[in-house]
């Protein structure tokens, strides 16, 4: 059985920073895009950023250049480090393998004075 397990959520102020995590268990990440997306309060989920496994990344236009997605194949993990947040960055944040549906739990992310 495959598991997310997605960590690093918190509260923070705007301008500041967080490193998220996902550690993914029953399955190797090596062969697979890597992807984080998110889902705020009465949205849809989206796409934030994406990683291959040649490490090509790509990011929605609104995280581009704030955003950092990263992988340890060795460590089954993804990463995402987010810079200068904003308060429309609140969202629960999932991680996502490939074209497989599976979802973790994800982490609630909290900007906000």
């Known amino acids: 059985q495959v598991q997310f397990v997605e960590s690093g959520g918190g509260l923070v102020q705007p301008g500041g920073s967080l490193t998220l995590s996902c550690v993914v268990s029953g399955r190797e990440i090596t062969i697979y895009v890597m992807a984080w997306y998110r889902q705020a309060p009465g949205s849809q989920r989206e796409l934030v950023a994406s990683?291959?496994?040649?490490?090509?990344?790509n990011y929605a236009d609104s995280v581009r250049g704030r955003f950092t997605i990263s992988r340890d194949n060795l460590k089954n993990t993804v990463y995402l480090r987010m810079n200068n947040l904003k308060p429309e960055d609140t969202a629960v944040y999932y991680c996502?393998?490939?074209?497989?549906?599976?979802w973790g739990q994800g982490t609630q992310v909290t900007v906000s004075l």
């Open positions: 990683i291959s496994p040649a490490r090509v990344t």
């Open positions: 996502k393998q490939g074209l497989y549906d599976d």
